[in-house]
């Protein structure tokens, strides 16, 4: 049987939720498909156990690049770090490899300022004091300090006086602190009449066959508790479309769905990036945080306590100068990451006994990440039959993409270790190790521009409306639309973009005569 609904919204993240709630509150019929389960507050598990970590977080292998992404209601936005950040003007000039600037005319920080505004406004977003910065934080900020760099507080959307400062952010927040898709545009489109349905993975997208219908979409349903099992089948049609199923399934989908659309753009699946992660520990001397830089935690060591406090709290952005040459600029972020990830900290190799030594000594890692300018390297091979990558089991699969990076892309990577080297050895403060490439190649939990938005349909394959080029009413909202690294954690620049994009969607529903095009607040944003 065949559904029929105003909208579909593929995928339930920042790019997905924010269509969704302007459409359901502006009266169309909006069915949002998400591919992972709903998880709740009380369902969230304080564990490193695979089986809890991969209900709602998978890790994708691909060749040279392994990514990061929530799989939940809410997507990545229940898992991530909650740092909330513009990207920096620069960062819209970019060329990158082409020689040509890669975002759309149409948008600079300065068009997307409003938007921003609107997002921050409606999550919202905090920047927090220096009393609010966790001691890790307090250690990044001090170093920098020492070495003749500033550091400051990052800006986050987290409800501060709510946070209990458990460090669990990876598993989700048990008591709603974070400010995800969960606590903000997914319960006001829900409220406007919203239809969210978890454990649906989107297959394809063709040509609907009900006159005043443009598209068809086909689903899956998942099992609960393995999600490689499918239940049961659909399909829905639509007027419009939205497709915000991650840089990582975004392209799988369209990729599949060529065939059925009479082709898509062959920028389609290409053009990855990974936001130029680069992620190092600094294995820290407790005695000299105390002697150099005067901290200390307690009687136990002067960096005894890493994991208390917030995921990330400070940044130093003083290698974004504007001056600096294109894949010399980025930021350094000091983070924390569960013990599960322990393993990739480089040096020497990935195993053996001076990798058991270095792990011994987990308490007193300082994990920094460097976010550089990348080159777009990434592209997307044959789809597979179903899903957006072969799924080994829950929260583990194998992606069809491979990453080999440009020599200007380890450039990057190369001076952003090296600044990290001078702040965190100068005095013998830490000796730092890079993640190693053996395991799994790259990290990235920032996936962007596998469908990218710009003016030159030869590099893009989105309008800088954000229509799948040569496909009507097919809108694409989420980080594929992305066109380069952004320096800075990409959540806030995705939401932004979103925002921007559901007005012109809004705008073409009221020309298909579906909704009244009434001005519409974001969500908790009255005046």
């Not at 389960?37 to 369902?43: F, G, H, K, L, S």
């Not at 395991?439 to 710009?454: D, F, Q």
Request: glycine share 12%; hydrophobic share 40%.
């Amino acid at each position: 049987m065949t559904e029929r609904c105003d909208v579909v919204v593929i995928g339930s993240g920042f790019g997905g939720a924010i269509p969704a709630y302007y459409t359901a509150a502006a009266g169309a019929r909006t069915v949002v498909l998400e591919r992972g389960p709903y998880v709740t507050a009380a369902d969230v598990r304080h564990s490193m156990q695979l089986g809890s970590v991969g209900r709602i977080v998978d890790a994708i292998e691909g060749d040279g690049l392994t990514v990061i992404a929530g799989n939940c209601v809410g997507g990545s936005s229940v898992v991530y770090f909650a740092a909330s950040l513009r990207a920096p003007s620069v960062t819209f000039e970019r060329t990158g490899g082409t020689g040509k600037r890669l975002w759309p005319a149409a948008i600079s920080r300065a068009t997307l300022d409003p938007y921003y505004r609107r997002v921050e406004t409606a999550l919202p977003v905090t920047t927090p004091d220096w009393p609010d910065v966790s001691y890790a934080g307090g250690v990044f900020a001090a170093a920098c300090r020492h070495t003749g760099h500033t550091a400051n507080p990052v800006p986050v959307a987290v409800d501060l006086p709510r946070c209990t400062n458990c460090n669990w952010m990876l598993s989700g927040c048990h008591v709603d602190a974070k400010r995800s898709m969960l606590v903000s545009y997914l319960p006001g489109a829900t409220a406007h009449g919203a239809d969210v349905r978890p454990l649906h993975e989107v297959q394809t997208i063709s040509p609907a066959s009900t006159p005043g219908y443009r598209y068809r979409v086909t689903y899956t349903v998942l099992d609960p508790d393995d999600y490689r099992i499918i239940t049961s089948t659909g399909c829905l049609e639509a007027r419009v479309v939205v497709l915000a199923a991650g840089a990582v399934g975004t392209p799988v989908v369209l990729r599949r769905s060529a065939p059925l659309l009479g082709g898509v753009p062959a920028a389609v699946g290409r053009h990855l990036s990974g936001n130029g992660d680069r992620i190092s520990v600094a294995d820290v001397s407790e005695d000299a945080v105390a002697g150099l830089l005067g901290l200390r935690r307690g009687p136990a060591g002067a960096y005894d306590a890493h994991h208390i406090g917030r995921a990330i709290t400070a940044m130093t952005y003083d290698y974004l100068d504007a001056g600096r040459p294109e894949f010399e600029r980025f930021s350094l972020q000091q983070l924390a990451f569960p013990a599960l990830t322990n393993l990739l900290a480089g040096a020497p190799g990935w195993y053996g006994v001076a990798k058991k030594d270095l792990r011994s000594r987990w308490r007193s890692w300082l994990t920094v990440l460097a976010m550089t300018e990348d080159d777009n390297e990434g592209t997307f091979g044959v789809p597979p039959l179903t899903g957006s990558f072969t799924r080994v089991t829950n929260g583990l699969g194998l992606g069809g993409f491979s990453y080999a990076p440009s020599a200007a892309t380890r450039r990057g990577w190369a001076h952003a270790d090296a600044a990290t080297r001078r702040i965190f050895t100068a005095g013998g403060l830490a000796t730092v190790h890079p993640w190693t490439e053996e395991v799994g190649g790259a990290v990235t939990a920032h996936p962007l521009g596998s469908c990218r938005l710009g003016d030159d349909a030869a590099t893009s394959a989105l309008t800088p409306g954000h229509v799948l080029r040569g496909h009507p009413d097919l809108f694409v909202t989420d980080a594929s639309a992305v066109p380069a690294a952004l320096t800075v954690n990409p959540s806030l620049t995705v939401a932004a973009l979103a925002e921007r994009a559901s007005e012109t969607i809004l705008a073409r529903l009221a020309a298909l005569g579906v909704t009244r095009g009434q001005e519409i607040r974001p969500p908790g944003v009255t005046g």
